[in-house]
């Protein structure tokens, strides 16, 4: 994949309109066509907080049969959905996990909430998050709310309520068991927030680990240890220095609090020996995929490793 050069971007792009035309009537009629409680991972965004035209921000999707659930809501997360031929009209998201309440990974939660509402949800979006994730929400809602008055009172005719969220904070645990999908909210360290998450997702076959945005953390090496999927933030250890600008003299310090490096990573997942690794949220600072994955390997992990872009699928 690496040797497609420039172009790589234009196949993705090209292959995700087509899986959404081929999808299309199945999004209408409110159906992921996945096969009866298949289990499918999509990375709807893998960015961070610089902007770039070829990932979106931090969402993944991870669907089982005809139940979606989404871990974290970046920008673009809605359009990111149809391009990736997932249903979009009438509320299908099953449930919405914030792994935590960073910019970065909430700025498409307006859009989820008031997107799925105005193609047609009328029923309250269930969303699970750290504290202070009910106060964003109210927030989002209030900040929107002449739009939410307009759409009701007016000639659009959206449903009445359907706006709504039903939000459950959480301070770790399990936040979901239904019809044999059993997902855990695995607190992590993120710097100076109180609290962060990542999520173990236990479906039918199928044991998968979203990191969120941490530095090495035990607890979820712990939940990781010998899971088939495990998707990991990650920075080149070998770029880490401090940076010429207003506060870059604390920038290696931050790193080493917030995230985790390429070296960290690999000895985390030679103790945890995950099936497979998906390097997600890369803080690169000019580095190349070739130097993350030496890190990698550096740290001890000899397995399947690769680099996510969006709208892969696992």
């Known amino acids: 994949?690496?040797?497609?050069?420039?172009?790589?971007?234009?196949?993705?792009?090209?292959?995700?309109?087509?899986?959404?035309?081929?999808?299309?009537?199945?999004?209408?009629?409110?159906?992921?066509?996945?096969?009866?409680?298949?289990?499918?991972?999509?990375?709807?965004?893998?960015?961070?907080?610089?902007?770039?035209?070829?990932?979106?921000?931090?969402?993944?999707?991870?669907?089982?049969?005809?139940?979606?659930?989404?871990?974290?809501?970046?920008?673009?997360?809605?359009?990111?959905?149809?391009?990736?031929?997932?249903?979009?009209?009438?509320?299908?998201?099953?449930?919405?996990?914030?792994?935590?309440?960073?910019?970065?990974?909430?700025?498409?939660?307006?859009?989820?909430?008031?997107?799925?509402?105005?193609?047609?949800?009328?029923?309250?979006?269930?969303?699970?998050?750290?504290?202070?994730?009910?106060?964003?929400?109210?927030?989002?809602?209030?900040?929107?709310?002449?739009?939410?008055?307009?759409?009701?009172?007016?000639?659009?005719?959206?449903?009445?309520?359907?706006?709504?969220?039903?939000?459950?904070?959480?301070?770790?645990?399990?936040?979901?068991?239904?019809a044999g999908v059993h997902i855990t909210a695995i607190p992590v360290s993120h710097g100076i927030w109180k609290h962060a998450f990542g999520y173990r997702v236990d479906a039918p076959g199928r044991t998968i680990v979203i990191s969120g945005d941490t530095a090495p953390s035990e607890a979820l090496e712990r939940a990781a240890r010998d899971a088939d999927l495990l998707i990991h933030e990650v920075y080149p250890e070998v770029r880490l220095q401090a940076e010429d600008r207003a506060g870059g003299e604390d920038w290696v310090r931050y790193m080493r609090s917030f995230h985790t490096s390429d070296h960290e990573l690999g000895a985390l997942c030679l103790r945890a020996r995950p099936g497979h690794l998906v390097l997600v949220h890369i803080v690169r600072m000019g580095g190349t995929d070739e130097e993350l994955m030496a890190g990698i390997r550096a740290g001890g992990f000899t397995g399947r490793v690769t680099i996510g872009h969006d709208l892969d699928r696992y």
């Not at 669907?63 to 673009?76: N, Y």
């Not at 997932?86 to 309440?101: A, E, I, Q, Y």
């Not at 706006?163 to 239904?178: H, L, W």
Request: a negative charge; aromatic letters at 6%; one cysteine or more.
């Open 1 to 178: 994949m690496t040797g497609w050069g420039g172009s790589r971007w234009a196949w993705r792009v090209a292959l995700g309109a087509l899986a959404a035309g081929l999808a299309c009537g199945a999004a209408d009629a409110g159906a992921v066509e996945a096969g009866a409680e298949s289990t499918t991972v999509i990375l709807l965004g893998t960015g961070m907080p610089v902007p770039d035209p070829h990932a979106q921000g931090p969402a993944i999707a991870v669907t089982v049969g005809a139940r979606i659930f989404l871990f974290d809501a970046g920008a673009g997360v809605e359009r990111q959905m149809s391009a990736a031929g997932l249903p979009v009209r009438k509320g299908p998201l099953t449930s919405v996990f914030l792994t935590h309440l960073h910019s970065d990974h909430t700025l498409g939660l307006p859009d989820v909430i008031l997107t799925s509402w105005v193609m047609g949800r009328s029923a309250p979006l269930r969303i699970v998050g750290p504290r202070g994730t009910r106060s964003m929400v109210r927030n989002i809602l209030a900040a929107w709310s002449e739009d939410i008055h307009v759409r009701t009172e007016g000639l659009e005719h959206d449903a009445r309520g359907g706006q709504a969220a039903r939000v459950i904070e959480t301070d770790g645990g399990v936040v979901y068991d239904s």
